[in-house]
């Protein structure tokens, strides 16, 4: 699995995306069950809210290898500041309008 995260610019200041790659490596909670090899090709944000960045730079992702789009919880489960991203889910609606079925999308990370 070839991963490009999309993460919350808001939040980047205070978070290293530390346990969303620890979660990555260790195959745990949103990659559990998961058998083949996990290759991070990109980390992005989505650019400030609404989000509106999140489409083109997924898409840049995937022309770099992705087949898989990320967005961390962050942004749809509001770690670590409590507060999740009003426009996840027409982000992630967004996304793969443009991006298709051929790419798997997961809505969080831990």
Known sequence: MKVGL???????????????FKVMNTKKLAFEGIE???EVVGVNTCGGCPGKKAVTRAVEM????????????????????GFACPHAEQMKSAIEKK?????????YTH
């Open 6 to 20: 999309i993460r919350c610019m808001q939040t980047e200041d205070m978070c290293p995306a530390t346990t969303c």
């Open 99 to 107: 991006i298709g079925k051929s790419i798997n999308i997961i809505d």
């Open 62 to 81: 995937v022309k770099r290898g992705a087949d898989t789009i990320v967005l961390a919880s962050c942004i749809t489960r509001g770690n670590p500041i």
């Open 36 to 38: 083949e090899d996990i």
